[in-house]
């Protein structure tokens, strides 16, 4: 939890003050054993009805003001744990903002997710847990011990041999829990990464009658999982039953030798039952000590994996440059790039030059670069060598943001979220006008879908947008990219599920009310790139042509055959 320290000094008062509360809390019970020794040892011997009940009146009022304080420890306990992870679910969710496809890409989003949620929240119980049980349950122990001591000295070298022995099991079961504690957390991430490919691809799955096999998979992933915290739960579940047998062994030893001493003359009775009552608060204070070690244990492992993923650093650093449009739009100049730990490079010498207002159009076989040569002009990724320029300048110079906002982004699969139809449109530009998201509608070939929704602008959309078919989500992505009105717009295959009427009426709409816009066009149709000023045919990674649409049928083969497949 050092790592994350620095997340609870805006809550020092509340970490500071719950302790305290139950410090004082903990004097009040430790002053109970005395005051019933004195009504054993005074108001019982002397039949003092009076001075019974006054002491048991002082017991009442002990535990009223104990209760008090204990509430008001879980007040400020609480605070400060809610607090505490809200800001570090902040700044773990900014953070991961930050890094760049990379480093998202080597963690994996289900790690990421379970980061966020279940080791947050793990490590939010673990502060909530320190502060109510962290200093209460050892100040019960050596207090215990210390009055024990006033009361007794020689009886009380029996905790002198308890407490090694129940400080071993502790250390014992710590030592070997956190290791196994990180390991389940990693099984859980692949648990959440299964779940979540799954539901994604339920269709495919389907498709393919895969259902039975990969439920097997699931079900020997949670297997795994199950071994593992069974592993690690059989540790921690002797840690109760080891407490209370080391307690009671001393209790058993405290009343046979107390016994011996009462019948010596050298101890009374309520001594004896303070002496007992001492032991019984060391051995409760053990057992919530233990499970505090056991809630402290997993805090600690979620803390690590925390902190894992905030001191990673992004690969890629933000600029400080604004994009000013200018006549060169789009400049590839040598561009290498190769995905970490992916063995061949996903693009060799990719060289163009795309002028402002231009169309270029990408065309290539399934893995061929054509998205790689979109996500380095938005710098999803830094290029292995070479120089990605826009509007002259190194895309690494810009601002990211800055960046975001000038490129207008459609994704091959149509990403909607939940929210109404308006919000979608809005998330580019929250004060984008009724009459440019109108007319971003009505490029994109989206206003009969508008029309026909039963709320119109304002019909809610679950998540994912599966409340549409996949064309109607692929032309309101496209309408939410130009309500932006982005100096360039790349449109990532983004057209696939159009019919061939519907995708020509786009790129007219296209050509004719957005002459200003730079456009990049990725597809698989060649129908769909004719007009394009310059097109890049696109093969593992090589551009093997490039021109116009007449040019490449008379200087590129691998164009031309791809446009007698499709009959263009």
Known sequence: MQKLRHFLKPYRKYVILGPLFKLLEAIFELIVPVVMAKIIDIGIAERNA??????????????????????TCQYFASKCAFSFGTDLRGALFRHIRTLSRTEIDQIGTSALITRITTDVTSAQQGVNMAIRLGTRAPFLIIGAIVMTLLIDCRLSLIFLVIAPILGFVLYTVLTRTIPMYTANQKQL??????????????????AFARQEQETAKFREECAALEKSMIAVGRISVILNPLTFLIMNLGIAAVLW??????????????????FANYMTQILLAGIQLAGLIQILTKAQASALRTAEILETQPSMQNGTETPLPSDEAISFDHVNFAYADAGDPALQDITFTLRKGQTLGIIG????????????????????????????????SYDMQALNRSVGFVPQKAVLFTGTVEENLRMADQNVSPERMREALEIAQASEIVR????????????GGRNLSGGQKQRLTIARALCADPEILILDDSTSALDYATDAALRKALRTRCTGMTKVIISQRTVS????????????GRCIGMGTHSELLASCGVYREICEAQGA
């Open 365 to 396: 076989g399934t893995g061929s670069g054509k998205s790689t040569i979109a996500a380095l002009m938005q710098r999803f990724y830094d290029p292995t060598s070479g120089t990605v320029r826009l509007y002259g300048k190194d895309v690494r």
């Open 50 to 71: 009076s001075y019974i009940g006054w002491h048991c009146a002082l017991i009442v009022l002990l535990g009223i003001c104990g209760l008090g304080f204990a509430l």
């Open 452 to 463: 026909k929704l039963q709320f119109g602008l304002q019909t809610h959309l679950v998540q």
């Open 257 to 274: 030798f107390g016994g011996l001493q009462i019948e010596a003359g050298r101890l009374s009775q309520g001594d004896l039952t303070a």
């Open 189 to 206: 991430d692949g648990i959440s990464r299964h779940t979540g490919e799954t539901l994604d691809g339920v269709r495919v799955i389907r």
């Open 529 to 540: 790139l004719q007009d394009a000023d310059l097109i890049l045919v696109m093969d593992d």
